[in-house]
């Protein structure tokens, strides 16, 4: 089993920045696909960015279109913690960001279905 935490939400003005970080316990951390989306009040939950881990090359990321450039995933496996940094924000990137883990999957996925554990959410809010 894996528990996810998440922190770092807020209110923000358009243009701002902030930085969510995810926590996970219970398993070996570094083997996982580690996984952030969203999902906007009436909307459903979209992806937003990824990072596998590659036992030879390290870290690999994919990110959705809509914040390609804008955000940044990382991890620190010793930690085993992922963050989100998040620039530029605007007012579409306001939701609940979930943190997600995908067991024994190496490569960065964007696919919900491939992650088991999730986390309880933190509300970002981006003011015009």
């Known amino acids: 089993q894996v528990q996810l935490v998440e922190s770092g939400g807020g209110l923000v003005q358009h243009g701002g920045s902030l930085r969510l970080s995810c926590v996970a316990s219970?398993?070996?951390?570094?083997?996982?696909?580690m996984g952030w989306f969203r999902q906007a009040p009436g909307k459903e939950r979209e992806f937003v960015a990824a990072s596998g881990w590659y036992r030879w090359t390290g870290p690999s990321t994919y990110y959705a279109d809509t914040v390609k450039g804008r955000f940044t995933i990382s991890r620190d496996n010793v930690k085993n913690t992922v963050y989100l940094q998040m620039n530029s924000l605007k007012p579409e990137d306001t939701a609940v960001y979930y943190c997600?883990?995908?067991?024994?999957?190496?490569?960065?996925?964007?696919?919900?279905?491939?992650?088991?554990?999730w986390g309880q959410g933190t509300q970002v809010t981006v003011s015009s």
């Open positions: 997600a883990s995908s067991p024994g999957i190496a490569r960065p996925t964007a696919t919900m279905t491939d992650y088991h554990y």
């Open positions: 219970g398993r070996t951390f570094s083997n996982y696909a």
